[in-house]
């Protein structure tokens, strides 16, 4: 929803090389209608880097040459897509009447560009640190006139996150995490831990879980759920579908170093893949603890180690998207 008072209004501006013409204004939420006068071809690239900290960024740009709209995620954080994920995406898009027009809207996580009232339109996701929340608008081998611009701060478009999920105060401990339309991405070459509020000795504890395919990075890893954790994740199970070993995995941390305590492999004969929705359960009650992949039961044992505590989510050297995570406490 945008507020009622613009942020920013300019007007019958040359943008150039080495000046920033919306400098000193940290946002990450807003929405910006610009528009360039390119009939004046002295500049081969003009648009705003947002979402930017130092050499972090997402590039939102028009090139006049190429007649093209782009926005580039390339430097936008170390979040890694994958390899069937572009960072970059471009739409071609001609002037009108020597002019373009650049409408955005962009919400921490996301950015919608509409070109020429709509004539191309991008969507994409963004992952940016939390400090990440400057903007740039440039110019590139010369200078471009720019008509107007009025920037609005926003209210944010989700009224709640998008995840599908009854756990709610979430803490990031460690990676990068965002919740996306697809579910609660995390990413991470370590071990890597997001908390929730939801505090509980038994339970029920499940959630589809993805582990994409980010083989450019050698990355494909795991995604588990945690649960009876302290508040740092350094003590805590996870359960886990780890597809680069093949196997569910029941762990134990302890003082930050997990130890396989159960493994499942089907004897051999297990199957996971990547870009695969797995449903995975944890029922806990007391000491027992049992975990079902895809409704059949693969763990079954009794461990005292943990008796009560948060539950959460973990990465381990792996992009991994989290959905229809639900968590129910038994009596």
């Known amino acids: 929803m945008r507020n009622k008072q613009e942020k920013k209004v300019l007007k019958n501006l040359m943008v150039t090389e080495n000046k920033n013409l919306l400098s000193g204004i940290q946002e990450n939420k807003y929405e910006i209608i610009a528009e360039f006068d390119?009939?004046?071809?002295?500049?081969?690239?003009?648009?705003?880097?947002?979402?930017?900290e130092g050499s972090e960024n997402t590039k939102v740009s028009y090139n006049i040459n190429k007649q093209q709209l782009s926005v580039d995620r390339t430097h936008s954080g170390s979040f890694n897509f994958g390899k069937n994920v572009k960072g970059k995406h471009s739409a071609p898009m001609l002037p009108k009447e020597g002019k373009i027009k650049l409408h955005m809207f962009v919400?921490?996580?996301?950015?919608e560009v509409f070109g020429n009232d709509g004539t191309a339109v991008i969507t994409d996701q963004l992952f940016p640190t939390l400090s990440s929340n400057k903007i740039k608008l440039y110019s590139k081998?010369?200078?471009?006139k720019l008509n107007s611009l009025k920037m609005y701060p926003l209210k944010s478009i989700w009224n709640k996150s998008p995840v599908d999920t009854n756990l709610s105060g979430w803490k990031n401990i460690s990676g990068l995490w965002a919740d996306t339309i697809n579910g609660k991405q995390g990413r991470s070459k370590e071990d890597s831990f997001t908390l929730s509020s939801k505090e509980a000795k038994n339970f029920t504890y499940e959630a589809k879980i993805k582990v994409l395919d980010d083989s450019v990075s050698n990355s494909t890893g795991a995604g588990a759920l945690v649960f009876r954790s302290d508040e740092q994740a350094n003590n805590a199970y996870a359960a886990n579908v780890d597809v680069l070993n093949n196997q569910i995995k029941l762990i134990a941390f302890r003082d930050g170093i997990g130890k396989d305590l159960i493994i499942y492999d089907d004897g051999g004969k297990?199957?996971?893949k990547t870009n695969t929705d797995y449903h995975l359960k944890v029922t806990?009650?007391?000491e027992h603890i049992q975990v079902y992949l895809d409704d059949k039961p693969v763990i079954d044992t009794m461990d005292p180690t943990f008796s009560k505590g948060y539950a959460g989510?973990?990465?381990w050297n792996s992009t991994?998207?989290?959905?229809?995570v639900k968590f129910e406490t038994v009596d």
């Open 38 to 52: 390119v009939s004046n071809k002295d500049a081969q690239e003009f648009g705003f880097q947002i979402q930017k």
């Open 270 to 272: 297990l199957d996971l």
């Open 284 to 286: 806990a009650e007391g």
């Open 313 to 315: 989510l973990n990465v």
């Open 320 to 324: 991994s998207l989290f959905n229809e």
């Open 107 to 111: 919400d921490h996580s996301s950015v």
């Open 141 to 144: 081998g010369g200078a471009v």
